[in-house]
């Protein structure tokens, strides 16, 4: 049997790598290994993988046909040599420590080391001036034991089955042969996600303002140079390991005029997902995060609304809203939303992935922050909608003015009252959402306004306030069951 082929040395050999990153938090890898194989039993050694490879997932072969092999074996090794396991493997054995004296010097101790204490730490070591870090190893100085090292550790030479990074092993059974083969598999530690800022006048929202940004994040234990990468966005069915590492990174800065005007980010459909392929080599060392923007308008139509849900806001369950509650329990609040169309006329027009959505006003030719909140995946020719806060000088109130439960002819009579008034100094419209929640057989008796039917259980009346008006909606349903 020959001895390992170490790839190691051939890395500037190797083509710059591609990655898939997916915004479930993993990503498919794809490396060159060049081979130069002799007949009969190879040893193939690879050094350049993530430390959280999914390895049953991995899979060697060569596209070309260029290169005649068939694997026998495969291992995947991800202990790289670090004092924990460096101590493990010196185990009641001695070593010397390189000790700070009180006047500054250095000197070498010889310690035995009675207890590594590397079984009972989830976490590498790393040597540090303070022993407090290695409160579970025991050594022996002087015929003296001690918690924690007494110093930074000096141990001999590595031994041949040290490696340095993960790294995957293949016992190939080839034909002579020399090319290069291509590795791919899964691997986590990799995340990506999107978010975007949406900039308004103060006096109108005709020319608003939307860039887009994703954010790389690498924590696979590897670093990639020069890497291609593409990203899914969409829910593809990926069975998660038990544990995982993420990594948040800090927001990027919103005020930042965008200068490229070339597309950055570029999107096809993917089945029934979609890719974006980011249109230049990205490096991202391990523990690194980045970011790319990937869709810039200038000609953004937002619009603003008003919503009072006592009962229930958009997308939430039919119970009192009790924040800033009064009286009756039912909430005073007057929530706003934006909503701008996902569409080639309004500057947009291409799939978005899911994410963070900040909401910025000009004011004074300064930006200030009025909100965010997260955004779904949303298709070309949609709507987005999203929540912002509070209107300060907007105010409803909601009351129960008559309640009625006969029971011999099994129906229920409700009379509710909507108070709604604008304090502000412009004349706003509030849309009231009210569910009929008590039974799914219903019907409005009587009502001093208007009403929309938006669903089998929500009605929506729609005021138009001028400045210090108040409009009173008052409405009797019928439940019959």
Same mark, same amino acid.
């Given at each position: 049997?020959?001895?390992?082929?170490?790839?190691?040395?051939?890395?500037?050999?190797?083509?710059?790598?591609?990655?898939?990153?997916?915004?479930?938090?993993?990503?498919?890898?794809?490396?060159?290994?060049?081979?130069?194989?002799?007949?009969?039993?190879?040893?193939?050694?690879?050094?350049?993988?993530?430390?959280?490879?999914?390895?049953?997932?991995?899979?060697?072969?060569?596209?070309?046909?260029?290169?005649?092999?068939?694997?026998?074996?495969?291992?995947?090794?991800?202990?790289?040599?670090?004092?924990?396991?460096?101590?493990?493997?010196?185990?009641?054995?001695?070593?010397?420590?390189?000790?700070?004296?009180?006047?500054?010097?250095?000197?070498?101790?010889?310690?035995?080391?009675?207890?590594?204490?590397?079984?009972?730490?989830?976490?590498?070591?790393?040597?540090?001036?303070?022993?407090?870090?290695?409160?579970?190893?025991?050594?022996?100085?002087?015929?003296?034991?001690?918690?924690?090292?007494?110093?930074?550790?000096?141990?001999?030479?590595?031994?041949?089955?040290?490696?340095?990074?993960?790294?995957?092993?293949?016992?190939?059974?080839?034909?002579?042969?020399?090319?290069?083969?291509?590795?791919?598999?899964?691997?986590?530690?990799f995340s990506w996600k999107a978010d975007y800022n949406l900039v308004v006048t103060a006096d109108t929202s005709d020319d608003?303002?939307?860039?887009?940004?994703?954010?790389?994040?690498?924590?696979?234990?590897?670093?990639?140079?020069?890497?291609?990468?593409?990203?899914?966005?969409?829910?593809?069915?990926?069975?998660?390991?038990?544990?995982?590492?993420?990594?948040?990174?800090?927001?990027?800065?919103?005020?930042?005029?965008?200068?490229?005007?070339?597309?950055?980010?570029?999107?096809?459909?993917?089945?029934? $997902?979609? *890719?974006?392929? !980011?249109?230049?080599?990205?490096?991202? %060392?391990?523990? #690194? &995060?980045?970011?790319?923007?990937?869709? +810039?308008?200038?000609?953004?139509?937002?619009?603003?609304?008003?919503?009072?849900?006592?009962?229930?806001?958009?997308?939430?369950?039919?119970?009192?809203?009790?924040?800033?509650?009064?009286?009756?329990?039912?909430?005073?609040?007057?929530?706003?939303?934006?909503?701008?169309?996902?569409?080639?006329?309004?500057?947009?027009?291409?799939?978005?992935?899911?994410?963070?959505?900040?909401?910025?006003?000009?004011?004074?030719?300064?930006?200030?922050?009025?909100?965010?909140?997260?955004?779904?995946?949303?298709?070309?020719?949609?709507?987005?909608?999203?929540?912002?806060?509070?209107?300060?000088?907007?105010?409803?109130?909601?009351?129960?003015?008559?309640?009625?439960?006969?029971?011999?002819?099994? $129906?229920? *009579?409700?009379? !509710?009252?909507?108070?709604?008034?604008? %304090?502000?100094? #412009? &004349?706003?419209?509030?849309?009231?959402? +009210?569910?009929?929640?008590?039974?799914?057989?219903?019907?409005?008796?009587?009502?001093?306004?208007?009403?929309?039917?938006?669903?089998?259980?929500?009605?929506?009346?729609?005021?138009?306030?001028?400045?210090?008006?108040?409009?009173?909606?008052?409405?009797?349903?019928?439940?019959?069951?």
């Amino acid at each position: 049997m020959t001895k390992p082929l170490l790839l190691l040395s051939l890395s500037s050999a190797v083509a710059a790598p591609s990655l898939t990153i997916y915004n479930q938090d993993f990503a498919v890898v794809r490396q060159e290994v060049p081979m130069n194989l002799k007949p009969g039993i190879n040893q193939v050694s690879f050094d350049q993988v993530t430390a959280q490879l999914e390895p049953d997932s991995v899979v060697l072969r060569d596209p070309s046909g260029k290169l005649d092999f068939q694997i026998l074996e495969q291992g995947y090794r991800n202990d790289p040599v670090s004092i924990g396991l460096m101590l493990d493997h010196f185990e009641g054995k001695q070593i010397s420590f390189l000790v700070d004296e009180e006047d500054g010097k250095r000197i070498e101790k010889i310690g035995t080391i009675i207890r590594s204490g590397n079984h009972h730490q989830q976490h590498s070591y790393r040597y540090s001036d303070s022993s407090t870090n290695y409160g579970n190893a025991i050594i022996e100085v002087d015929g003296k034991l001690q918690f924690g090292l007494p110093g930074e550790p000096l141990f001999p030479a590595l031994g041949e089955d040290s490696i340095l990074r993960p790294t995957l092993n293949w016992t190939l059974d080839a034909k002579w042969s020399s090319g290069t083969a291509e590795l791919s598999y899964l691997s986590s530690g990799f995340s990506w996600k999107a978010d975007y800022n949406l900039v308004v006048t103060a006096d109108t929202s005709d020319d608003a303002s939307l860039n887009g940004w994703v954010t790389l994040s690498n924590n696979s234990g590897t670093r990639f140079d020069e890497a291609s990468i593409s990203l899914l966005a969409g829910d593809v069915n990926k069975i998660k390991p038990n544990a995982r590492t993420y990594y948040e990174s800090s927001s990027i800065d919103p005020f930042a005029p965008a200068t490229r005007r070339e597309k950055t980010v570029t999107q096809k459909e993917l089945g029934s $997902y979609h *890719l974006y392929n !980011i249109a230049r080599p990205v490096s991202l %060392r391990d523990n #690194e &995060t980045k970011q790319v923007q990937f869709t +810039e308008s200038n000609k953004v139509k937002a619009t603003k609304s008003y919503l009072y849900a006592p009962l229930r806001g958009k997308g939430s369950g039919a119970s009192p809203n009790t924040t800033n509650a009064k009286k009756d329990g039912f909430s005073k609040d007057v929530q706003i939303y934006w909503a701008l169309d996902n569409t080639e006329d309004n500057g947009l027009g291409i799939p978005l992935p899911a994410g963070k959505i900040r909401l910025y006003q000009s004011e004074d030719n300064k930006l200030e922050f009025l909100g965010e909140n997260t955004i779904d995946h949303t298709p070309q020719k949609e709507t987005i909608e999203f929540y912002t806060g509070n209107a300060f000088d907007l105010v409803g109130e909601r009351r129960i003015v008559n309640f009625e439960h006969n029971r011999t002819d099994e $129906y229920m *009579l409700e009379t !509710i009252e909507v108070k709604l008034r604008n %304090r502000s100094k #412009e &004349t706003v419209t509030i849309d009231t959402h +009210e569910p009929m929640w008590r039974w799914s057989q219903w019907n409005i008796v009587k009502s001093s306004e208007d009403y929309q039917k938006l669903d089998h259980t929500t009605l929506q009346f729609r005021s138009k306030l001028d400045p210090d008006e108040e409009e009173v909606i008052t409405f009797t349903v019928r439940y019959d069951y």
